[in-house]
């Protein structure tokens, strides 16, 4: 392959919307993932790439190379859409809230995977904070859809689901910068469409390239600003939420113009245990909830079936943020506790 035809195509105009066509994106990619491109290539196409950034023809090419190459999980049960968080951020200058939505969804019981890296690069992964909380990485797809089927919660080291994309993430330690790999990673699913994608992003441009992407493919997402590089709110402000279904794209909830009042009891300290001491007081009723984490949580209701009315997800999360579920199963000292029905 004449890889000095994409690194002309790709460097042509660096800044401008230029780039790759769908179908050259996805040969590219696909070898990519494959590692078939020698590494000077490789390293010059990611940098370009991410510093230009990258158009909604490339990511659909990038994603369709993608898709062909995540192994195939199945959907545990038929009511609910699990709800997917790609985890590839980690906390630098707050604690990472991500395992706590996902421990929020997996008490209500809905499906939710968790897939990403299992070291942070010098930022506090989720993959740390779940350990503490009892949800160890899946060593293998059985073990993930074993996880999956009887405790309606997994986090799936990106290397089990997709090889090839995890081995160039993790050329991120030698480039020094993300990559292309790590907007794709964003439209990773592993249950074929059936599930509701997690996806944030730290510009305004991206997020209008990947809402692009979501509604070209279909896709049933919830679209945010990322936070610490997570698809999380921050426990201060609430970002904008939409939700991106069947090629329709409604907003869930604005902007907050203002951060909102400090959380009492709020951790200052980033590192996993004392972030997951304070989402197991969290969820025990002894903490309060962010609120922006509560309207993301109303947000995962809706999308993911729970149900159908954004004002009744709204009064259900409410609720749960108050901690007087009846019969809500709570993370004691000893880590995970079993789903429940919804």
Request: charged fraction near 20%.
């Amino acid at each position: 392959m004449p890889f000095t035809h994409y690194l002309k195509a790709v460097a042509a105009d660096p800044g401008s919307d230029q780039g790759l066509g769908e179908d050259d994106a996805y040969a590219l990619f696909s070898a990519v993932l494959d590692g078939g491109v020698p590494d000077l290539e490789l390293g010059a196409l990611l940098t370009l790439m991410w510093t230009k950034r990258e158009t909604v023809e490339e990511l659909l090419g990038f994603r369709r190379a993608l898709t062909e190459r995540v192994y195939a999980l199945d959907v545990p049960g038929d009511r609910l859409r699990p709800i997917v968080l790609p985890a590839y951020g980690g906390a630098r200058d707050a604690p990472d809230l991500l395992p706590l939505m996902a421990m929020l969804l997996h008490r209500l019981g809905i499906p939710v995977l968790v897939h990403g890296t299992l070291e942070g690069g010098g930022r506090v992964a989720a993959a740390y904070v779940l350990r503490e909380l009892g949800v160890m990485p899946s060593p293998n797809l059985r073990a993930a859809q074993e996880s999956m089927f009887q405790e309606g919660i997994a986090f799936v080291p990106t290397a089990v689901l997709s090889p090839g994309l995890a081995a160039v993430l993790a050329l991120r330690n030698r480039l020094g910068i993300r990559s292309s790999a790590h907007v794709a990673a964003k439209l990773l699913d592993p249950f074929g469409g059936e599930a509701v994608l997690a996806v944030g992003a730290g510009t305004p441009e991206r997020l209008e390239t990947l809402a692009e992407v979501l509604l070209a493919v279909g896709s049933h997402a919830l679209l945010m600003r990322s936070h610490e590089g997570e698809p999380v709110t921050g426990a201060l402000s609430r970002p904008r939420i939409d939700h991106l279904a069947d090629g329709i794209r409604e907003t869930l909830f604005d902007e907050e113009k203002s951060p909102g009042k400090a959380v009492h009891g709020f951790p200052t300290a980033v590192d996993a245990p004392s972030t997951a001491a304070w989402i197991r007081k969290a969820l025990a009723g002894e903490a309060l909830l962010p609120h922006p984490i509560v309207n993301q949580l109303a947000c995962c209701l809706f999308a993911s079936g729970y149900t159908d009315d954004m004002n009744q997800a709204k009064a259900i999360a409410a609720v749960e943020a108050g901690g007087i579920v009846p019969g809500s199963p709570r993370i004691g000292a000893s880590g995970l506790a079993p789903a429940s029905a919804g």
